[in-house]
């Protein structure tokens, strides 16, 4: 699942924060990779012009990111896509692929090298997180396109809390939903002492765990921002909260291209940072119901 890809590169980061060395210090380069063909490695900018569409990879139930409904591939990550493909001139072309064990697995199959069956990999991957030093150790990739600030935050029924949103220390006694292996579900499962642990509720999904917000079994829950806005129903809300002790509660989403198409990365770039200025961006946000964090103008 998309949250444990995402909690173990958090979990990584948060680990080495507070290291006294540069950026990338101690990594040693990689071995590149030999490549095949361009079948297995993507395709250059110029290819991808000629030939009329562009290749994209998302993650498959990921609302509202990117998910299928009545046949018909949808959310913001999607929508993203065609106006990344719209900018270069080109029709957008989606696969919808499961999450593997971490987002390094990810990288390998639907960037650079391809899964082991059924598949091959797209010319760009969408909503990839970024960290500087993940980055550093993934060579074959590109990551670019930053678009979104995402951050941990917890939802709650407005009746419930009528004065004060919920914080972490309130589900000493009141329930709280999470995404089972989500990086809420590490925060909170380590609140000292484990005085959370029997007020926990895990779902599948932060889907599953909204509903069970909205249906009166837990009295809060908490994950991902706009996962948590997409579940929101009238009656409930959602806000940020001190997170003490969590060294990173956000980050910044973008996208991935094979290191040996820059020429493409810089396309996409300048096609998302196009979007991001002139509001395009915020506008998907928007239609989708959800709060729009832009990452700091480059």
């Keep these: 699942m998309i949250g444990r890809s995402l909690f173990l590169l958090l979990l990584a980061a948060t680990l080495s924060t507070g290291m006294a060395m540069a950026r990338c210090e101690d990594h040693v380069p990689q071995p590149k990779p030999q490549n095949a063909g361009r079948d297995i490695v ?31 591939i949808l959310g913001v990550d999607i929508d993203i896509g065609r106006l990344i493909a719209e900018e270069l001139d080109v029709e957008a072309r989606f696969n919808l692929v499961a999450a593997g064990e971490n987002l390094e697995a990810d990288l390998r199959n639907w960037i650079w090298k391809g899964p082991l069956i059924n598949g091959r990999v797209a010319n760009v991957m969408l909503h990839v997180p970024y960290d500087s030093e993940f980055a550093c150790r993934v060579e074959q990739v590109v990551f ?92 409930l809300d959602t806000h940020t909260p001190p997170l003490p002790g969590f060294a990173v509660s956000s980050w910044t989403t973008g996208v991935a291209v094979h290191f040996a198409y820059r020429g493409l990365g810089y396309a996409v770039d300048d096609a998302i940072f196009a979007a991001l200025q002139d509001g395009r961006i915020t506008e998907i946000f928007n239609r989708h119901g959800l709060a729009h964090s832009p990452p700091a103008l480059r």
């Design 144 to 235: 670019t396109g930053q678009y979104h600030d995402e951050e941990i935050a917890i939802a709650y029924g407005r009746d419930t809390y009528p004065d004060d949103p919920p914080v972490p220390a309130y589900f000493r006694i009141d329930t709280v939903a999470v995404e089972n292996d989500s990086i809420a579900d590490f925060y909170l499962s380590a609140f000292p002492g484990g005085q959370l642990a029997q007020n926990m509720r895990r779902y599948p999904t932060v889907a599953k765990a909204m509903q069970a917000l909205a249906g009166g079994a837990t009295m809060a829950a908490m994950g991902p921002r706009a996962q948590l806005e997409a579940g929101r129903t009238p009656e």
């Design 42 to 72: 993507g395709a250059d900018l110029d290819t991808i012009v000629e030939r009329g569409y562009i290749e994209f990879a998302a993650y498959d139930d990921f609302p509202p990111w990117s998910y299928e409904r009545d046949g018909k």
